[in-house]
């Protein structure tokens, strides 16, 4: 559907991970998406394609997942990326957090 | 609204006249989700991530702003809708419809806080009131614009 949609990647990233501490460059945080009423599924789809730069099938693979089990672990990042991933998934008005990986 | 001509990345749509209105009506709702409303985590103390929900915050009012400052921009070119078979073309890139999509899914889901947070599975249903059903018919609208878009964005594949 949107393979010529850039993913969304700010370029400042590299370098913001070189001044975190160890405990924030370790991938100890999910990215959850959670099931709302609200956002179509098509609509899901296409923003797992944009920020993550997924194929389509597995873009609606996890939007199945969140819609039928009620949310969907998108990625394992650190700190810092998880948290640009939850930014960009929320400014798409998505239901998505950042949760401690127990 | 309709998809009528599509060259790579550019797309053409017809819009008839009432689409038209009805949709910058929907745009000049923007943004409506309270900033509060966005969580950075549902398990996470304030002591843990305060700090990345101060800026989760401080990055959606950004983008919101900026969103807002685009809106009014395109809003106001003449341009962008140009007159044919008693409506109008509007053409549009990938990169716009992508952020059209994102503006009008900000006002779907915003009215959905407005209503309450309305799931009809968990048996919460709209309540029926002049002003709710204001907002329940921009979250239709808007939801309608979407599915236009999206099927275009299917279509280029």
């Not at chain 2, 002591?47 to 983008?63: H, I, M, P, W």
């Not at chain 2, 990938?94 to 799931?119: A, H, K």
């Not at chain 2, 009809?120 to 239709?140: C, I, N």
Request: with cysteine; proline share 4%; hydrophobic share 35%.
């Amino acid at each position: 559907m949107t393979e010529t949609v850039e993913p969304v990647v700010l370029p400042d990233i590299e370098k913001r991970e070189q001044t975190g501490t160890r405990n924030d460059l370790e991938p100890g945080y999910l990215v959850i998406c959670w099931d709302d009423p609200v956002n179509l599924m098509d609509y899901v789809t296409h923003v797992f394609q944009v920020v993550f730069g997924w194929p389509r099938p597995k873009a609606k693979f996890h939007m199945l997942q969140v819609h039928n089990q009620g949310k969907s672990v998108l990625a394992r990042e650190s700190m810092e990326r998880a948290e640009h991933y939850v930014h960009q998934l929320q400014s798409y008005s998505l239901h998505a957090t950042m949760e401690r990986d127990a | 609204m309709k998809l009528i001509q599509r060259d790579g990345e550019d797309f053409v749509f017809h819009i008839s006249k009432r689409e038209k209105r009805l949709l910058l009506e929907m745009l000049n709702l923007y943004p409506l989700i309270p900033t509060a409303h966005h969580r950075v985590s549902r398990t996470a103390s304030a002591k843990e991530l305060g700090e990345c929900q101060k800026l989760l915050e401080e990055a959606l009012a950004e983008r919101k702003r900026e969103n807002k400052r685009q809106l009014v921009a395109m809003l106001n070119q003449e341009r962008r809708f140009k007159e044919a078979d008693g409506g109008y073309r509007l053409a549009l890139g990938t990169v716009q419809m992508d952020w059209l999509l994102q503006v009008l899914n900000e006002i779907r889901v915003g009215s959905w806080v407005i209503l309450g947070e309305p799931d009809e599975k968990q048996g919460k249903p709209v309540k029926p009131t002049t002003e709710s059903l204001r907002h329940y018919a921009a979250m239709e609208f808007c939801g309608r614009f979407q599915m236009t878009l999206l099927d275009a964005f299917e279509r280029q594949k």
